[in-house]
């Protein structure tokens, strides 16, 4: 059974930084097209950024140049560094598989800033 569980989400102000991780179980992430995932409030969730098997990453232009995403193969993690953040990154950020798979989807983690 495949489990993935996020955190590190939280309030912080404009321009602050803010880690996410995402733990994995029942599933390889280091051989899976991986992705962050997030929803803000009112609005259909979106893809942040990918991270492919072999380590190449894609990012939304929205979040280019901010966000990096990067993998623990031998933790079986994955990690979103956000920085200078803007409200608008107000959102609940998931994990999951590219696409996302319906049964993967976790609780995810709320991360708000404020302006």
């Known amino acids: 059974q495949v489990q993935l569980v996020e955190s590190g989400g939280g309030l912080v102000q404009a321009g602050g930084s803010l880690r996410l991780s995402c733990s994995a179980s029942?599933?390889?992430?280091?051989?899976?097209?991986m992705g962050w995932y997030r929803q803000p409030p009112g609005k259909q969730r979106e893809l942040v950024g990918t991270?492919?098997?072999?380590?190449?990453?894609n990012y939304a232009d929205s979040v280019k140049g901010r966000f990096t995403i990067s993998r623990d193969n031998a933790k079986n993690m994955m990690y979103l560094q956000m920085n200078s953040l803007k409200p608008e990154d107000t959102a609940v950020y998931y994990c999951?598989?590219?696409?996302?798979?319906?049964?993967?989807w976790g609780q995810g983690t709320q991360v708000t800033v404020s302006s």
């Open positions: 999951n598989t590219v696409p996302g798979d319906f049964g993967y």
């Open positions: 991270i492919a098997r072999f380590g190449t990453t």
């Open positions: 029942g599933i390889f992430l280091s051989i899976r097209t």
